[in-house]
């Protein structure tokens, strides 16, 4: 059944008008008939369903009947992710709403050359992956800020998973190792905070500043992921996958 | 530096003639000049360093210089996966390269469409992806042939890990439980099998009778991949990143 994420209260009995870029889709695209159901979520009142009461050329309103679920949300963890080439951006972001990521933060680094990107475009991109992944939330997708400027007003009870590709490797332009980087599973094993975030970085990696002070905060952990050289969606993937499957909702 | 695979056998002193794509890739969108390095990899002799050394109209030759790393292997796990639509399968070949499959081998299921596909393109796309992942080979792709007939050959000592989308959601319409699916972590912790594959199905998802088939059948094992719908690229990544992480190299 067609799910579709709206703005207004959802209860039994309320009529929702949808905007027309949905009316569009319902109606056009997908040839739904009056009395037809589809399923509706806001973010807030959980999923219900509800029929096509009315379309005109102006206006096409669902009448809302019964609850199908109640509103769940996803765990505590964010994605914080370089601002990378605009495809591998977008696959970010629709993976990190398949995956459970309850926000995506966008920031630029040092060997980030963009300083800015289409949010409202991505926040779609969210809004879709949610109402094909039978999520109940849509992650809010934030505006680009300094990687440097987001450490330094950082809340030091949310932990920072940082996916250093450069690794242990000696070979590493990094060499000043605070902390030996770990395989992720390991590093993440026993730990007990709720509260998560991952950073990826961009396709050039980190520089060695930015490296030496992450490794030097307590509340980042660095992790390996593997012994290949991953894309940063690759590497966002993996990394959601086993942030979920150790500390998440995926147990 | 340029990493290219090759065919010929690598050895100090070797020359290799390049095919006329890579000659293209390497003198045209390259640039690159007499005298410059590159490394080379054929999947049996490591990665070694060549110098171009000679190029015409017709000929780009490369000569072979010093061993950079000795040969070797991914762990032995297989990525089987249903002929989804093009962009899902071009992304799940890439991503698996980068993942460390060591070979992919594409089924036809009940509910797949499609019974070809353009295997050389998806073959192209591994060597690509293997060439940028610093692999030192390259996962072989298999043409398409039915999972009823994959599994009637099956060799009991290779376990497959089962991503079965319905899991054991009561309201799946596959009812009849040989086994419990387990979350993918659980189910692979502390298996000593050394040689795996991984099971990714249609759009569609499997029918109730090959999902009845494969839960009897001794060699496999039925997982989960968290309580939302991944999408099978999605899926494929994920499954992989949990191998690896649980029982591959990334340990």
């Not at 059944?1 to 959802?10: A, G």
Request: aromatic share 4%; with cysteine.
């Amino acid at each position: 059944m067609i799910r579709l994420h709206v703005e207004p209260s959802l209860s039994a009995g309320a009529r929702v008008e949808l905007p027309a870029d949905q009316a569009r889709y319902l109606l056009t695209v997908m040839r739904l008939q009056t009395g037809e159901a589809v399923l509706l979520f806001n973010g807030r009142d959980g999923e219900w369903r509800a029929r096509l009461a009315e379309t005109s050329k102006r206006a096409c309103v669902l009448e809302v009947e019964e609850q199908t679920r109640a509103q769940a949300g996803v765990p505590d963890v964010e994605l914080v992710v370089a601002l990378v080439k605009r495809a591998a951006l977008e696959t970010i972001v629709e993976k990190a709403t398949e995956l459970g990521a309850a926000r995506v933060r966008l920031v630029t680094t040092r060997r980030t050359n963009a300083d800015h990107t289409n949010v409202a475009r991505l926040q779609a991109i969210a809004t879709e992956a949610a109402e094909q992944t039978e999520r109940l939330d849509v992650p809010q997708i934030l505006a680009p800020e300094k990687l440097e400027r987001l450490l330094d007003g950082w809340d030091a009870n949310r932990q920072l998973m940082f996916c250093d590709e450069a690794g242990d490797d000696p070979q590493a332009e990094w060499g000043g190792a605070a902390g030996r980087a770990q395989p992720a599973l390991d590093a993440l094993g026993g730990n007990e905070s709720r509260s998560w975030a991952i950073l990826i970085g961009p396709e050039g990696g980190f520089d060695p500043a930015e490296r030496a002070r992450l490794r030097e905060l307590s509340f980042v952990t660095p992790v390996t992921l593997g012994p290949r050289i991953l894309r940063a969606d690759t590497a966002a993937i993996s990394a959601l996958t086993l942030w979920q499957a150790a500390l998440g909702d995926w147990a």
